[in-house]
């Protein structure tokens, strides 16, 4: 029997990339997994079948973040087809235009903090409800918050920034019942985000950043993320693990 058998799982942003190696790794440990979406239907329901496929369960929900009414609609979408959460994964999140300040535009800034930012926030305001005492809740963070200082992704890294400290403040929050609060890091993994600058020499150098000489996979992410809605992180809360392959050594 899986780790995590009984238990549901939501996974924001969970029908590609990083989202679905981490559905799918909840998955494969005996969770049911919602897997959500924000326009790709054929993704989600791929993701579904993948997880189906290796005997484990799950369901799409789809809702648009970082519009009115998001969080609404995603809510509603769960509970049309699950009573109660285990896990909370915020992971989706957007790039947004790359550019240094002077470059941001005010609707590119509000866009990837409603995104990355307002979004988990009220998700997880909303979903405290239904989430079940000795739950876990993981957010999906990057390197770049901690001196990995990369001028263009100044929006990127800021919005991020701000879901750190909301884990750490949520951790002492939810301590009382048994809620772990973690933020996962990675550093740059190769995935569909990224499509078309992981190539040449900038892959060359990315990889170099890592003393493993390599870019990092969604199963790298995935993995952790497994350990913290496992029992075996019961003591671990508030805390901040770089998924980086040592880059910030």
Avoid: C
């Avoid at 239907?41 to 973040?65: C, P």
């Avoid at 947004?96 to 307002?118: C, H, K, L, P, Y």
């Avoid at 985000?193 to 900038?202: K, S």
């Amino acid at each position: 029997m899986g780790t995590l058998a009984g238990r549901t799982a939501l996974v924001t942003g969970g029908s590609r990339g990083i989202g679905r190696a981490i559905a799918q790794r909840l998955g494969q440990d005996g969770a049911r997994v919602a897997v959500h979406y924000g326009s790709n239907a054929a993704a989600a329901k791929e993701t579904v079948s993948m997880i189906e496929a290796t005997g484990g369960q799950a369901f799409a929900v789809r809702a648009e973040l970082g519009v009115p009414g998001d969080v609404a609609t995603l809510w509603a979408e769960f509970d049309a087809q699950a009573e109660g959460l285990d896990i909370l994964v915020n992971n989706a999140g957007v790039l947004g235009d790359q550019g240094e300040i002077r470059e941001v535009s005010g609707a590119a800034f509000d866009r990837v903090f409603a995104v990355n930012t307002r979004a988990p926030f009220f998700v997880t305001q909303q979903g405290l409800r239904r989430l079940r005492d000795g739950g876990r809740i993981v957010n999906i963070s990057t390197m770049l918050t901690r001196g990995s200082a990369m001028p263009r992704s100044i929006a990127y890294a800021m919005s991020k920034g701000a879901l750190d400290v909301f884990t750490a403040t949520l951790a002492k929050q939810l301590a009382p019942r048994a809620i772990t609060v973690n933020t996962v890091a990675p550093g740059v993994v190769e995935t569909d985000m990224h499509q078309g600058r992981l190539v040449g020499d900038a892959r060359t150098w990315l990889s170099s950043l890592s003393p493993m000489g390599r870019l990092g996979t969604p199963e790298d992410v995935a993995d952790t993320v497994a350990f913290l809605a496992s029992v075996d992180s019961r003591w671990v809360t508030g805390q901040w693990i770089e998924v980086s392959g040592g880059t910030l050594l």
